[in-house]
Structures are given as structure tokens and as C-alpha cells.
């Protein structure tokens, strides 16, 4: 945790003292980390919601930046509603969250009635005066692609629990970020730079991968980070050289070897850490040897973070995870002895823990189970596979066959010869894997759906 462990985001941010940062979100949205801070005037205004349940619904980056740095230590709870997320779970979520106030609209955070799905929702009322701070829930939602959310509620201390702080001596920093800040990875670095002092970069919401990339490079960013499957797309886009990062930090899905090397490669002079964290679990470790998987050491011995394996998947317990999920019909969310169930299989091989994928997202294939991120790690090392996709085609001999869309590193090769590109890619699967985890059918794509969380949309054939 941050020195002092300051009371409230906007008390953190004033007392890292570099107000004058700039944080720029895009064509017309930024301003710098004092302006989003605001003064003692703009908080008494905020102190109107002071003790309710807020659900903030914006638009943009920069008025949910301004709204979380605003209300945390105001208000009860403030429950962040992705744009991602659909709207059709919008109720659910204002009822579970006993929300009071919807926050919506431009960057004055005005209340819009006609977006107020809860009962308890009402318009804001005058401005009572400022009384301190108080401990807020931040409610974030899961990203699963299907069904209704869970609702997982956390604090400043556990969301910051892995920040440390910046020394004086420290070389200049930029942040920035390929993921949207009210999800966890991306609000990971947007605190990272705000209790830091440090200036912040962000896409802009219609802005595409090289128009970012431009931007980033010309603002100096010196440290990003994205999912594997944003790292792919990065690695394909004409702008891929556009920044010079030092940094680059990789999580939220499996970083397989080709990622890591591919990303080496195009940085060299780079330090890629592969980092893994979740919504529920926080912050666990992060990987910086360039090699895929965890060294079974930090499994042992990662300050401030327990783990063990336990029934094939990886257990953690800290100061950062998440305490609960909101609801009395929720499941829990750790275990009688506090720690937290990621659901990630790992494989211990030659004193190193490989991920091998979700244990609610394999393929049963007669009986033997196949994790689909297995075999895109394969895949993904052929020298012409930019990225890949597996997922289950339904059989009523096997149950389950496995099936691979492929997006080439140079598309116009599929032009070529497609049958000899598609026998070359499977020959190098066989010989990486059991005959049962090799796809039956190879399909070439110009692209691959990826969810705004940053990760691959899964779904089955």
C-alpha cells in the first residue's frame, strides 16, 4: 500500500503534489491531474451524495476519471458500470447495488432521470457542507461475455495494495493503457498513475489501434499495458513502431512464448512482465524472465501474497483481494481460511507452474479434456499465425471436436496456397501435441472478435 495510506483518492492525488501532470484521454478529453482533483469547492458540491450507493454510467474515460477521483470518500458506495457491459443488466445491477443516484452525462457528472432504472434513484438534491472523508466501496462488475455480472466489492487499500510508491531519483514515467480504467486492469493503471503523480495516456473511445499508437508515441509514453490479444493486434497494425516503450506489461489472459518474443523483438529495449491479476484474487505477481509461466519459487515465496494449489487450480490470499461478492444469493468468494479460487489450471513442469487454461472453459473431446489455450499457444508459435482462437465444434460421436480460427501474420499468404498453409500449421500442431488436442478443422480469418475487457470472445461452433 501507498505510504500514509491516504484516506480517499482525491486526498492521494493532492498529496503526490505533481498536479501539473497531464492526463490525456483523447481528442478533446484531458486536462491534468489537479484539474481532475478539482479544489475544496468542487468536493463540498460532491458531498450533496455523501453516505448513498452511486452507480457511475458515463460516457467517456475522462468523466469516469472525474467522477471516481470526485466521489471516493463521499459516498457508500460507488459502483462502476462498464461501457461494455449491456445495458440490459443495468437494473440488476442498480437493485443489487442498493443504488441511490445513476451518474450519467458530460463532464459537470449531471444526473440524467431518463437513465434512472432503480427505485431508489432519485435527482441530486442542494449542497450541504463537506464533512470528511469516509471509506467507500468500489463496486467493480466481472467480465464474463455471457449472462448477469457478479458484483465484486473492494476499497481504495485493496485496489492499491500492489502500488508502490515512486522514489524521487525514479527515471520520468508515462503511463498508459490499452484497457478501459472502469475495468480492473485498467483501473490498476489509472491509479497507478494518479497516486503516483505521473502522467497518464488513454484511447479514446472511436480512436483506433493506430491512431493510439501515434498519439501514445508522440506524448512519450513510456509504460503500457494490454491483454495478449491487444499485444497481437498492436503487433499487426502498420503503427506498431510508433512507440518506444521501456515498459511493457502484459495480463488478463495466458501470455504464451510467441507474445513474449514477438514483443522482445519489437522492443528490445523493453522490460515485458507478464502479470497476473484478477478482479476477485487482485494483484497477484507479475513475470519479468521473458518466459512463459510462473517460476514455482514465486508461487512459494511472493511478498504480501499466499498461494498454494489446491484440486488443480491456484488459491490467493491478500491484502488485495476482493472481499465479497454483493448479494445474499452470491457464492462466496473465498474460502473458510480467505483465499480466493482463481479457476486457472496450473501444470507444474521442471520447477515451473504453466497455465493451462480455465477450468470452466475446456473441451471435452470423448471423455479427455483439452484447454483451448494450450493449443493457441502452439499455434500461435507458428512463425505465420498472428493469432488464434480455439474453441469446441459439437460432435455426436465425441461430444466435443476441436477447431481453430487463425488470423495470419501476412493474410495475402493465404492467398497463396491454402491447403499447403493449413497442412504446414497442423503438422507443427502434431508434433506439439496429444493427437486429441490437434484441431480437425483450420480456418483462416482477417480477424477475431476481441470483447472491449481486451480478451478474446469465446464461443463454441
Not at 38 to 66: D, I
Not at 123 to 148: K, R, V
Not at 219 to 243: C, D, F, K, N, Y
Amino acid at each position: 500500500m501507498l505510504r500514509n495510506n491516504p484516506t480517499s483518492l482525491r486526498a492521494s492525488i493532492l498529496a503526490a503534489g505533481n498536479l501539473s501532470a497531464p492526463v490525456d484521454m483523447g481528442v478533446g478529453a484531458g486536462g491534468s491531474w489537479g484539474e481532475l482533483a478539482g479544489g475544496a469547492a468542487f468536493a463540498a458540491r460532491m458531498s450533496n451524495l455523501r453516505s448513498q450507493s452511486v452507480l457511475v454510467e458515463t460516457t467517456s474515460q475522462f468523466e469516469a476519471a472525474q467522477a471516481l477521483i470526485q466521489l471516493d470518500g463521499v459516498v457508500r458506495r460507488m459502483v462502476l458500470y462498464p461501457p461494455d457491459m449491456s445495458r440490459e443488466h443495468l437494473t440488476f445491477v442498480s437493485e443489487l447495488a442498493q443504488t441511490d443516484v445513476i451518474l450519467s452525462g458530460d463532464k459537470e457528472i449531471k444526473y440524467s432521470a431518463e437513465r434512472t432504472l432503480s427505485k431508489r434513484a432519485r435527482p441530486l438534491g442542494g449542497y450541504p457542507s463537506f464533512s470528511g472523508p469516509m471509506e467507500t466501496e468500489w463496486i467493480l462488475l466481472t467480465s464474463g461475455t455471457t449472462g448477469a455480472p457478479k458484483l465484486v466489492r473492494h476499497s481504495l487499500a485493496s485496489l492499491t495494495g500492489a502500488i508502490a510508491p515512486r522514489s524521487a531519483s525514479a527515471e520520468p514515467i508515462v503511463w498508459s493503457t490499452f484497457y478501459d480504467i472502469r475495468r480492473y486492469g485498467g483501473l490498476q493503471i489509472f491509479l497507478r498513475a494518479a497516486l503516483t503523480g505521473t502522467p497518464l495516456v488513454l484511447q479514446g473511445s472511436q480512436e483506433s489501434i493506430a491512431d493510439f499508437l501515434g498519439r501514445a508515441g508522440r506524448r512519450g509514453v513510456t509504460h503500457i499495458s494490454g491483454t495478449p490479444s491487444q499485444w497481437r493486434r498492436v503487433l499487426m497494425s502498420p503503427a506498431v513502431a510508433a512507440i518506444a516503450p521501456c515498459y511493457v506489461r502484459l495480463s488478463g489472459e495466458i501470455a504464451d512464448q510467441a507474445i513474449l518474443n514477438r514483443l522482445q523483438s519489437q522492443y528490445p529495449n523493453a522490460k515485458i512482465v507478464h502479470a497476473f491479476a484478477s478482479t476477485e484474487a487482485g494483484v497477484v505477481l507479475e513475470v519479468s524472465d521473458v518466459t512463459m509461466g510462473i517460476p514455482s519459487s514465486a508461487i512459494r515465496h511472493t511478498p504480501q501474497v499466499e498461494m498454494r494449489m489446491e484440486q488443480g487450480t491456484l488459491r490467493v490470499r491478500s491484502n488485495r483481494t476482493a472481499f465479497e461478492y454483493l448479494g445474499k444469493d452470491s457464492p462466496p468468494l473465498k474460502d473458510a481460511d480467505g483465499f480466493v479460487d482463481t479457476g486457472d489450471v496450473l501444470d507444474l513442469r521442471e520447477d515451473r507452474y504453466y497455465f493451462s487454461g480455465r477450468r470452466d472453459g475446456t473441451i471435452n473431446v470423448g471423455g479427455l479434456k483439452v484447454h483451448p489455450e494450450e493449443v493457441e499457444a502452439v499455434l500461435n508459435r507458428h512463425p505465420h499465425v498472428g493469432m488464434s482462437l480455439v474453441r469446441m465444434k459439437k460432435s455426436p460421436i465425441t461430444g466435443g471436436l476441436v477447431v481453430a480460427d487463425v488470423v495470419l501474420r501476412a493474410p495475402a499468404q493465404a492467398d497463396e496456397n491454402v491447403q499447403a498453409l493449413q497442412h504446414d500449421i497442423l503438422k507443427f500442431c502434431r508434433e506439439e501435441l496429444a493427437i486429441y488436442k490437434v484441431p480437425v478443422g483450420l480456418n483462416f480469418v482477417s480477424t477475431l472478435a476481441v470483447a472491449k475487457t481486451g480478451k478474446l470472445i469465446r464461443h463454441d461452433a
